[in-house]
């Protein structure tokens, strides 16, 4: 299938993170989207669907999301690539929030590329369009497949919900600016992954989100 993006989603770590695998139909290349934990699951699902891994793209910088980047990373030797910088501070401090939630984690991490609004990430002939939506972390991304209407949006937005604004540097406006400018306008058949949870689309979250 040409324009085709494919991908797996494992729930990972104690908080059910949707960990997805990302993969171009043509080429078989393939990324790991936000590996907080349980990587042995993240490789067997790689290796069920017989996908090459050639990067790991993080979201944003909660432990549930990236705990275990650094492991993943120095066995399969795969380059990090985002979130936005500013969320280098919890990139920086996964031994801290790793101890105070009492999580199993692989150390800090700096990636190997940050990430700005519009640029572009490419998986095999696929082109991913990196959107900086700040809110409930100040770096967060969300990597947005066009030709196959899917948005990877990590916790920016749920089924029926929208993401936390109390963890440190967390803004309530700032999120909903993010939804409401910078997601709903792709258009209401957008399907999206969401950090936790089953997926959903702009459309359903335009009409029924209650926080929108
Ligand atoms: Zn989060
Ligand atoms: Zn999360």
């Given amino acids: 299938m040409p324009d085709s993006l494919c991908y797996k989603i494992t729930p990972v770590t104690a908080y059910a993170?949707?960990?997805?695998?990302?993969?171009?139909?043509?080429?078989?290349?393939a990324a790991f989207v936000d590996p907080g934990g349980d990587i042995?699951?993240?490789?067997?699902?790689?290796?069920d669907?017989?996908?090459?891994?050639?990067?790991?793209?993080?979201?944003?910088?909660?432990?549930?999301?990236?705990?275990?980047?650094?492991?993943?990373?120095?066995?399969?030797?795969?380059?990090?690539?985002?979130?936005?910088e500013q969320d280098r501070f919890l990139l920086e401090s996964l031994d801290e929030y790793g101890a105070m939630l009492g999580l199993p984690h692989s150390g800090n991490i700096t990636p190997d590329r940050w990430l700005c609004d519009a640029d572009k990430v490419t998986l095999g002939n696929q082109t991913l369009e990196v959107i900086h939506c700040p809110g409930h972390t100040p770096g967060h991304v969300v990597?947005?497949?066009?030709?196959?209407?899917?948005?990877?949006?990590?916790?920016?937005?749920?089924?029926?919900s929208i993401g936390r604004t109390d963890f440190p540097r967390g803004n309530h406006e700032e999120l909903l600016h993010s939804i409401k400018q910078k997601l709903i306008p792709?258009?209401?058949?957008?399907?999206?992954?969401?950090?936790?949870g089953p997926n959903s689309s702009f459309g359903e979250e335009r009409l029924h989100n209650p926080f929108l």
Avoid: M, R
Wanted: hydrophobic content about 40%; proline content about 6%; some cysteine.
């Fill in 17 to 29: 993170q949707n960990s997805s695998l990302l993969w171009c139909a043509d080429t078989k290349e």
């Fill in 40 to 47: 042995e699951k993240l490789q067997q699902a790689a290796t």
């Fill in 49 to 84: 669907v017989g996908v090459k891994p050639v990067k790991i793209l993080l979201t944003h910088g909660h432990i549930d999301h990236v705990g275990f980047t650094a492991k993943l990373a120095e066995i399969t030797g795969l380059p990090i690539i985002g979130p936005h």
């Fill in 143 to 160: 990597f947005y497949h066009a030709p196959s209407k899917l948005a990877v949006v990590g916790d920016v937005l749920f089924q029926h």
């Fill in 186 to 196: 792709l258009g209401d058949d957008i399907e999206f992954i969401p950090g936790h």
